[in-house]
Structure formats: C-alpha cells, structure tokens
C-alpha cells in the first residue's frame, strides 16, 4: 500500500521520543515551536514531533533534525506564566520527513506517513512477542516506576507492532536508543531490538537490586552489632564484671603512668585516653585515638643510650672500618673529646660531600658503632612533598606522622646517629618544598623543640648526630646548607684504593662467599691491575663488584678442576675479567711542537688531557674540535687573544693572526670536556707551534689564565697529581694559589713529583718550553 504525504507544522523535540499510541504532556517555551501549534490548533490538530540530534543546540537548523518522528494528536493546549505552553498530545503514527516547505516564522514540512505493514503471522514473531511480556514484565516489578495496570493492557494488545511501540515508551533509554527503536521500520526488527534492550535492561535492574541488598545487610549487620554490643555491656554491668571498652581504657592508662613522659605530652596522652572513653573504642573517632596513643608511647621521649666517650676506641673502630677519611675521623674525635669535658654539647649536623661509592654511608655506620650508639638512615632522594618530614595533620584521613619522627620511633632513643641521606636529591612541588621543613630539624637552636602536624607536640631532636651526605652542594639550598658543618669526601687515589681493597673490600666478600681467605689470594699487583684497568671512578663500589666476580669465577674454576686454593694474578683478572677496559695517555717520549699535556679532574677522579695546536696557512681563524664545553672555549678564546697581545715576547711573527689559521684539538673528540683549567695548556700550545718551540714532554700542567697573563687557582688537584703521576710525568706545573693544596697529596705521590708553583704565564713558558741551545 502507497504511503500517504501530508503538510504539518514540526516542531524539534529537546531530549524527548514520543512513539506512536503515546500519550504525553510536555512544555513548549521557543517561539517558533509556539507558532507551529498555534498553526496545528487552526488545522487539523495535527503535528509533527521529531527529536534534535543535539539538545543542547537553541535554534536548529535542517541538519540538526532528525528524518523519522511521530505525527501527533494535540488533545490539550494549556498557557502557563512566562511565555510557555504545555500541552498534551497522543502519538498516531511514524512519519518520515520528506522535505522542508518553509522554515520561518515557524518549520512546516511535506511529511510521509509511515503505515505499519501487514501482519504476517510467523513462529519466530510469537516467540519474540512471548519473550517481551514475560521480560517486561520482569522490569516493571524491578523498576518500580511503571505502573502495574500497564501489563494488564499490554495482554489485551493483540497488534504486535503497537504493544512494541507502548513497552518502548515505558522503558528508560538513552534518547539515541528511544530513536533507534522509533526508526525501526519493519515489525520483526523493531521486536528483536526491543528484545535485546529489555533483556540488558532487567540484567542492569538485578545487579543494581543486588548491590542495594548488599549495602542494606551490611548496614542491618552493623546496626545488630551495636545492639548486641549495647546489651552485652547491660549484662556485664549486671553481674559487676567489666566489658573489653574498660579493659582498654584502664590498659592505656597504667602504660600511660608506667612511661617516662615529659609532662605537656602525658596531659594530652591523658586528654585523648578521655575522649577515647567517651567516643566508644568502636566508633571511627575511637580508632583514630587509639593509633595516636600508641605513636605517643612507642616514641623515645626520655630513653638514650650511653655515648661511649673513650677517645682511643672510638679511633680505633673508625680506623678498623675505614681507610683514609681522616677529615671525618678528625671531626669525631674532636665531637667527643668536648662531649667529654663538657657533656653539654648539642649534637653537630655533618655534611659529607662527595662523589658516588666513597663510602659516606658506610662511615656514617662506623661512626654510630664508634659512638654506640643506635643507627637510623632516611633517604631524601626524589622527596618532594612537605608532609613527607613534618607529618599530615590529624584531621586527614589516614594521617601519619613525618618520617622524621618515623626514625625516632625506629631508633628506639633519643640520641641517635640519624642519616639523612642525598640531601642533594630533594624536589618540590605544590605540596611544599621539604628542604624548608628540614631547615627547623636541622637547626640546633630550634630543633629542640621540634613539632610534627601529627603529634602536635615538641620532640626534642637537639641530642640527635645529624650526618647528611650529598654528591654535590650546587642543588642544597642556601638556608639549608648554611646550618650544616660540610666535610669533603673526596675521590680516593689508587693507593688508597689499593688498601681499601686489600683491608676491608676483599675479605668482606670472602665472608660473604663463605670463603676462607687462605683458599683466595690477591697479589698487589692484580689488584693494582683490577683498579687501572678495569674500574674509573672516584669511589670503590665497581672495584668491589669486579673484586667479587673475580672471587666467584675463582671458586668455580677450584670445583672444575679441584684445587685446594689459587693465587690471583694479572693473568688471572685478565681470564676472569676479560679484555681491559680503560687505559690511561702515557707522557710522550720525545720532545714535541704544539703538544702539551694538561690534567684535568673528573667525576671518575683525575685524568690527563693532552692538547695538540696545529698552525697554517690563512686568514687568521681560530678552529676547535673535541667536543669541548662552554667554559673550555672561552679559555681557548682567551689564550689566543693573550698570544695576539704578547706574542712578540715569545719570538712569535706579531701579525701572524691575519696569515695563519690555529686549530686546537682535544683528542677523545666523542667525550664532552669542560672545566676552568685548561688556559695555561692552550697557551703554552700555541706558543709553541707559533714560535716553532719544543715543549717538554716530562713536564704537565693545570691552571687557567688572565688576559693580562695571571693563573688563577684550580680544584682536584690530590686527583690530578695522582694522573700525572699515573701517565709517567715527573714535573707538574700548578698556580701558586694552590700551594695549599699540595699538602693534601698523598706523600707516596708527593715524593715522585716536582711541583713548580706559576702565578704568570711566564714562569709556565720557561719551565714547559725546551731552550734553544
């Protein structure tokens, strides 16, 4: 049968489908819809309803609209205050929108009626058709919201296509959903979507009814405990016997007596044992109180350990447990023997600086078991929230404590050794920077009185031996570093390298292995060779990892071929450890032009850097290559224009910038090279390939320069005098501001070099460059 097209005002319906045989009220505020009824009222009473593809949008256009709606009876039309109408229609039949006639003052469009087709009664309908009441009428018990009359009239409906259309217009689907439905033209497809929906339906239905049955047995369960609870009580008041509560209460009350406590923190302990009776030991309150009762007791407000104060042995210990190191040794010892005297001294905040794997862990260890007294280690790397040292205030949930009074709890004393370590490695963020937090534990005219959010009490932190350790100062603030006494832990030199791996590194391994130290023997030469060739650092934990593995290969080659015992030799490391890893420049042979060895300090220690200058033929450019860094081209800059100034000093042509090109190389292109220290080496290089002059080949050099000709002072130079020791060098030019320093080289080193001080490039040139005869 044709489909019937007829001309109705439209109106676009905001988040509402209205099906065919529905009856609904709405309201209607804009004023075109507005014109659109009153032209339907002076009709027919006819409109067509049709769903926006967005509710949001106020004046839609063709394309907001959707095609399919329902064409509607309006069975009442009621003004309200404000300019809005409601009115009530009913749904006759599906439409579909087949063209706009005119879109202003009001839409009106050339709508096709859409008829249901002929019913062709099939199996598979009436099973579907059986299924949608037995489900529906499983959601309307489910939900509640549909009244219960509606199934009665839905059994009476013998026209499969309507009592779809009824049961979609119940259900409470997303609008994309209720025009799917709408849009299903043919009626055994419209029964297969209603099927699926109203099946997900009840499923959703049942799952909501079981989680609302589990809270409500959980909240029934809660409330027949407290009764019991509540009567319980009653019977044990009865027969004069008292209940757990009490028990509890009288339990924190005698431990509360029984401790030491200062007398604010036994008032307050005192105060929250009230609120804990009055609160209830169940309530939610109840169990806040009782964790911060037990903070208050198990925290050491009057427990210390006694100081061993024997100078001698302190020593002892230190020495037994760590070579070298004597700053912090000195610093100890010196701590003690005013303890001694005095035995009134606030606890010092230490600060060891270093490179990785020199073992300021480990003293801090050595110095609490010289001391005896109790160990606590808190590491700061990656810290960024302010509450991590001070604490949450209780009023948080899950509130705890800082870590501060976390490892006051742990060391079980109030004089700890306490740790504090990468005190370098702190951050921050929104939540506080905690470098400011640690400015009051870390004041020993303030941390006596030191107060976390959690407790709300003062602890006493001035009996406390802070040691902090950090790889550099750069990144410790100001305020900071400012309250801390700072030692340096520089990088240790081969022999001390040597001694440390011989006293402590190798046997602690042995042990570990369980090996006895007659079976494992270590030349000094292999372990000299361990350390040159296999290891470049500044500390010892790669030695001691090679050191192990040397050991571990050593005990399976004892089982593989049943020896008894072997000696490590350089062979042996070499089978062990593989191909050598580093090698160190040799000082030339000969005397050269335009090559000067310079040293240089790293953060694996110190190292020699041979620098070459070539000089050609052309404009008077100024080439560098090495992959030098920022500092290390302005000294290279600098030295040039130093040449260009005196070079006639020098025997060097005085315009040799405009018909010679200089090219400065630092060989390893591939490693970054930087540091103020290489100016006097550029300058002794240039002048010697411009001049034509050998420069001795025995002789190695550090300083940076002036342009007026001044050295200035450097750092490293315990580490860069060992390299040049290392490199065969028998001669080390350094600035005479350094001559200070010199006392911190090691004797063995200081021995075999001749050290000549330089406060002018002049004294550097007679001394590095060859005389002509």
């Known amino acids: 049968m044709d489909n019937v097209e007829k001309v109705l005002p439209l109106i676009p319906l905001r988040g509402i489908t209205i099906f065919p045989h529905m009856v609904l009220h709405f309201d209607v505020g804009r004023e075109k819809s507005i014109l659109a009824l009153e032209e339907a009222m002076l009709r027919e009473q006819k409109i067509f309803l049709v769903a926006q593809k967005q509710a949001k949008i106020e004046e839609p ?41 005119k879109k202003e003052p009001f839409f009106e469009a050339k709508i096709e009626v859409l008829k249901d087709e002929l019913i062709v009664e099939n199996k598979e309908d009436e099973a579907l058709i059986r299924a949608i009441r037995k489900s529906f009428d499983e959601y309307v018990k489910l939900s509640g919201n549909v009244p219960v009359e509606t199934i009665i009239t839905l059994d009476e409906l013998e026209d499969p296509g309507r009592m779809a259309d009824i049961v979609s217009s119940y259900l409470m689907l997303k609008q994309e959903a209720k025009q799917e439905l709408l849009e299903a033209y043919t009626i055994s497809e419209r029964l297969k979507m209603l099927f699926d929906i109203l099946n997900n339906e009840v499923d959703i239905l049942k799952l909501e009814r079981k989680l609302g049955l589990r809270v409500k047995t959980k909240l029934d369960k809660v409330q027949k405990e407290y009764y019991l609870r509540e009567q319980l009580k009653a019977i044990q008041e009865e027969l ?42 169940y309530s939610s309150e109840g169990g806040v109180i009782r964790t911060y009762l037990d903070w208050i007791l198990d925290l050491p407000w009057n427990n210390t350990t006694k100081d061993n104060l024997d100078i001698k042995d302190a020593r002892k210990v230190l020495e037994e447990e760590h070579y070298g190191l004597e700053d912090v040794k000195d610093r100890i010892i010196e701590y003690l023997a005013v303890k001694q005297m005095s035995n ?78 990468e005190i370098d490695k702190m951050s921050s963020d929104f939540r506080g920077n905690p470098a400011d937090a640690l400015l009051e534990v870390l004041d020993t005219e303030q941390n006596s009185t030191f107060r976390d959010h959690y407790l709300e009490l003062d602890f006493d932190l001035s009996n406390v031996l802070f040691i902090t350790t950090a790889n550099s100062l750069d990144t410790i603030p100001r305020p900071l570093l400012d309250r801390m006494e700072v030692i340096e832990v520089s990088g240790y030199t081969s022999e001390e390298k040597f001694h440390i791996c011989k006293k ?50 050593s005990m399976a080659e004892m089982i593989e071929k049943n020896k008894d015992n072997i000696m490590i030799t350089i062979n042996k490391v070499k089978t062990y450890l593989g191909p050598e890893i580093y090698s160190y420049d040799r000082a030339e042979e000969e005397d050269k032009i335009g090559v000067v060895m310079g040293m240089a300090w790293t953060g694996y220690g110190g190292d020699t850097l041979p620098i070459e200058v070539s000089v050609m ?17 302005e000294s290279a800059r600098a030295g040039y224009s130093y040449v260009r100034a005196n070079g006639h000093k020098y025997g060097i042509e005085e315009e040799f910038y405009k018909s010679k090109d200089i ?80 006392l911190k080289v090691p004797k063995t080193i200081k021995s075999k070099l001749k050290y000549i001080l330089a406060d002018n490039i002049d004294i550097v040139l007679d001394n590095a460059l060859v005389k002509d005869e």
């Open 663 to 742: 090219h400065i190389h630092v060989p390893e292109g591939a490693v970054p090279k930087d540091g103020p220290s290489a100016g006097v080496t550029m300058i002794t290089a240039m002048v010697s390939a411009l001049g034509g002059k050998k420069v001795r080949h025995n002789v190695a050099m550090t300083g940076e320069i002036t342009l007026t000709g001044r050295v200035l002072a450097i750092g490293g130079l315990k580490e860069k005098s060992l390299a040049a020791y290392r490199a065969g060098i028998d001669t080390v030019i350094v600035p005479k501001d350094n001559e200070k320093d010199i």
């Open 344 to 421: 009134s001294l606030r606890g010092p905040i230490l600060c060891l600086v270093g490179p990785p794997g020199v073992g300021k862990t480990s003293i801090a260890k050595s110095i609490a078991h010289a001391l005896n007294r109790n160990f606590v280690r808190m590491s700061l790397g990656g810290v960024r929230d302010e509450a991590e040292i001070r604490g949450h205030r209780k009023t948080y949930v899950g509130a705890i404590p800082g870590r501060v009074i976390y490892g006051m709890k742990q060391a079980k004393s109030k004089n700890p050794l306490f740790l504090l370590d």
């Open 617 to 633: 033929k052309g404009t008077g450019k100024l080439e560098l290559t090495g992959q030098l860094g920022d500092v290390m081209k």
């Open 240 to 281: 004069g016997e008292d209940d757990e509560d009490k028990k509890e209460i009288a339990k924190y009350k005698s431990k509360i007596n029984k401790a030491k406590l200062p007398k604010p923190v036994k008032e307050k302990a005192l105060y929250e044992l009230d609120r804990l009776k009055n609160s209830g030991t």
């Open 504 to 553: 402590h590194l190798i046997p602690k391994r042995l042990k570990e292995h369980e090996v006895d130290e007659s079976k494992i023997k270590f030349s000094d030469s292999s372990i000299y060779h361990i350390i040159d060739r296999y290891t470049r650092e500044s500390g010892v934990r790669t030695l001691e990892r090679k050191c192990s593995t040397v050991i571990r290969k």
């Open 61 to 101: 256009n063709e394309d907001d609209i959707f095609k399919i709606g329902t064409i509607c009876n309006i069975k009442q039309i009621l003004k309200l205050p404000g300019d809005t109408v409601r009115i009530l229609v009913e749904g006759e039949s599906r439409g579909r929108l087949a063209e706009y006639i």
